[in-house]
Every structure is written in structure tokens, then in C-alpha cells.
């Protein structure tokens, strides 16, 4: 075969090889790992319905003692949980014998005690569904039902780095008033015919209150992680200043991953890609404001980035704030794993299937239907960044192979 004939070949095979690997990637390529992926995607959906009943069959483990059974370095809860519904029905239903002012933070919480021991996060109702919060992306109230949509989305998205959160409806004079600590009763009040509490936070006020609806007070309550995994906080390298007129580097670096990459933990390990994994996630629920997250401690960079504190989501359906997908279109790169989870949920794939986890819930309807069609869009949006990287570096560089090996010993 003379040269020019063997040249003309060879750059016919490639044609064909790039064209064939762009297919395979656009059409979620059948590679072993990404068959895996889809079974994965199928197995979530027919698990999606999480009916609350408070049956345990084939154990004599208390639900909270299952649920600390879950917990792993890399995920909260399994993929498979059956016993999930049992587990949420006991933090819906079991008496509460203590309640407390909340750990510190910003926002208005209680901590609760459960029967048998069990902490639980409880975050009161300060919007109705439909109440848009205008603003920056991070104004407003703590929201409980995102707390709830949060969880659920961690499902969908196959993360499991969310701590279990259920709705729940508590009577404070005769649940809460009771067994609350001296700290916390001292935070109530009567507002109209409606019991009122401010707790103990940085912007809690006596004139902002939480009011229940009489005696009635709707919620949502977060599992809390067990004690022998404590955790360790880390500012986000993407972090906001809250500073009006005072950018941070990441806003105005456009090479600032490749500074981020060279700093631990970012420089190895599975971090930058739940960086990233994050943001993928607090964009689709409009969260732009997790500035500090948490690992479990001394993990040097090997455990999750647990998807801790969700509540400023789901603030204003309209409002698709960007630059929460910064450390995705700076960094461009992206799981595989996750790249191909994004797909399967296009064309309403997504809000189906959210409203469909959701809908057993003790507070349902937990989001307006405005919400649930902006994540359809917002999901748009996160392809269309994807694929613009991938134009300018090439699949091989952006869709990164990144599967942590997740025991349950």
C-alpha cells in the first residue's frame, strides 16, 4: 500500500475512533462500569417510594441502632435500605423525652432526643410552600421542606451524603413544653392564639419567632450522625465573602482551580470531585451558601463531604444563581458516575422523580410545583456546562473514572 493511500487510511480510523468514542459518550457508552451505572439509576427508581411503616422484619436492632449501622466513610445510608421507611417512621412518630436549644449556627433550630436515645435536628416552618424569598441567592429563613427535598434529591443523585430527614408535626405545648431544657422554655412565647419559640442562635430574635399554627407545629427533623464518627468542619474553597463589595478569589481568578488543586486535600483523593458533586447539587436546589463543610475528622481527605445543612434551598424558583456551579466550570471535571446519573434524569425524568420520593412524606406536597420545574431547567443548565467543557478539553479530560469502594463491614 503506497504511503499516501496508508495515510489517508490511518486518518479515516481515527475519524472513526473519536467519532465512535464522542457516541459512546453523548449515548452513555456500555462499558462495564456505566451498565453498572444504569442498573444503579433503575435500582433507585423502583425504591423510590419510601412507604413509613414501622415494621423491622428479620432483625431485633432498634431502628436508630440500623441506621448508625450505615454509616461508612463514603455514605450515610446504603443503596439498598429496606429497613428506610421503619427508620423515618421512628423519627416522625417516637416520643420526644428531651428538647434543647439548637447547636450553634446562624438559623433557628431545636435539638431533640428521641425514645431510645436518638438525636434529631428539628427545624420549624417559616414560609408557606408558595412564598418566594427575594434577595441574594442565601436570604431568608432556614426553609424545612428543603431539608426534606435535599434528602430525597441525595437519593435521586445516587450521593447518599445526606443524614436521613423526614417531616414531622409536633405539639409544642404538650411534646416540647414538657421536657424542654430551662434555655429553650425561656424562648417561648404566645403570639395570638399561637405558641411561639426564638431559640438560641446568632440571628435569633425574641420579635422573630417561629409560630406554630395553634399548639401545632410543622418541621423537619434530621437523623444526627453518630457520635463515633465526629466530624471535622472545612471553609469551602469556594466560599463567599458576604461582604458587599469584597469578591472572593474565585470570583475574579479565572485559574484559581489550578490553585486549589495544588493544596490539600484537593491535590489527591476523591475531595475536588465532591467539590464538585456538590455544586451540582446546590445548584439544582439554589443553595448558594455553603460556605464551610463537613468530613469525618482526620480522614485526610479519603471520607465524603457530607451534605450537611440544606435549609437555604428552594428560596426562589426563578432565580438560577451560577456561580454556585463555579468549581465545575473552573475546574471542568466531572465523575463519569455522576455525568451519566445527570442524563438518565433528562426530559422530566428529575421532578418526577422527586415527587414521587416525596410524596409519602408526613409534610406533602413538600415543594410547589414552580421548584420542582426549575430543577428540570437547572438540570439543562448543568449539561450544557459539561458539554461545553468537554468541547474545549476533550471527554478525556472532563468525565473523570472515580469509583470509591464503599463497605459495610
Not at 428479620?58 to 436508630?64: D, G, I, K, R
Not at 422573630?208 to 457520635?227: K, N, Q, R, Y
Not at 406536597?365 to 428540570?376: I, Q, R, T, Y
Not at 474545549?392 to 473523570?400: A, E, K, S, T, Y
Amino acid at each position: 500500500m503506497k504511503l499516501k493511500q496508508r495515510v489517508v487510511l490511518l486518518a479515516i480510523l481515527l475519524v472513526i475512533f473519536i467519532f465512535t468514542k464522542v457516541f459512546l459518550i453523548d449515548n452513555l457508552d456500555t462499558s462495564a462500569a456505566n451498565r453498572e451505572d444504569q442498573r444503579a439509576f433503575q435500582r433507585m427508581l423502583a425504591g423510590l417510594r419510601v412507604a413509613l411503616d414501622p415494621r423491622l422484619e428479620h432483625t431485633l436492632q432498634s431502628p436508630w441502632e440500623i441506621a448508625a449501622q450505615w454509616v461508612v466513610p463514603r455514605e450515610v445510608y446504603p443503596e439498598d435500605t429496606p429497613e428506610l421507611g421503619a427508620v423515618m417512621h421512628a423519627m416522625t412518630t417516637k416520643k420526644i423525652v428531651k428538647a434543647d436549644v439548637g447547636y450553634k449556627g446562624t438559623q433557628l433550630k431545636a435539638l431533640l432526643i428521641l425514645e431510645g436515645g436518638q438525636k434529631v435536628v428539628f427545624k420549624p416552618k417559616r414560609y408557606a410552600r408558595d412564598y418566594i424569598v427575594e434577595g441574594e441567592p442565601y436570604a431568608g429563613y432556614d426553609r424545612h421542606n428543603a431539608e426534606v427535598a435535599a434528602f430525597h434529591l441525595d437519593r435521586i443523585l445516587g450521593f447518599r451524603r445526606a443524614p436521613l430527614v423526614v417531616g414531622r408535626f409536633v405539639n409544642l405545648r404538650t411534646e416540647i413544653k414538657p421536657v424542654a431544657t430551662e434555655q429553650l422554655l425561656g424562648t417561648f412565647m404566645t403570639v395570638g392564639n399561637n405558641t411561639c419559640f426564638y431559640g438560641k442562635c446568632y440571628y435569633c430574635r425574641e420579635t422573630e419567632p417561629a409560630c406554630a399554627d395553634g399548639d401545632i407545629m410543622e418541621g423537619s427533623v434530621t437523623l444526627w450522625l453518630p457520635d463515633v464518627w465526629p466530624l471535622q468542619k472545612h471553609r469551602h474553597p469556594w466560599g463567599r465573602t458576604y461582604r458587599e463589595g469584597k469578591l472572593a478569589r474565585w470570583e475574579y481568578d479565572e485559574s484559581y482551580c489550578d490553585a486549589v488543586k495544588k493544596t490539600s486535600p484537593y491535590d489527591s483523593g476523591p475531595r475536588l470531585l465532591d467539590i464538585i458533586d456538590t455544586a451540582i447539587f446546590d445548584y439544582l436546589i439554589g443553595n448558594a451558601d455553603r460556605h464551610h463543610y463537613e468530613s469525618f475528622q482526620d480522614d485526610e481527605g479519603a471520607s465524603m463531604l457530607i451534605l450537611l445543612d440544606n435549609a437555604k434551598s428552594f428560596g426562589n424558583p426563578a432565580l438560577d444563581e451560577r456561580s454556585i456551579l463555579a468549581p465545575l466550570y473552573q475546574c471542568c471535571i466531572i465523575r463519569v458516575s455522576t455525568w451519566n446519573r445527570l442524563n438518565y434524569l433528562k426530559n422530566g425524568v428529575l421532578k418526577s422523580a422527586l415527587k414521587t420520593a416525596m410524596l409519602h412524606d408526613p409534610i406533602s406536597p413538600v415543594l410547589s410545583d414552580p421548584h420542582l420545574d426549575a430543577l428540570d431547567q437547572r438540570l439543562l443548565s448543568i449539561l450544557a456546562t459539561v458539554k461545553q467543557c468537554t468541547d474545549q478539553f476533550g471527554p478525556d479530560v472532563v468525565l473523570v473514572e472515580d469509583r470509591m469502594t464503599l463497605s459495610h463491614l
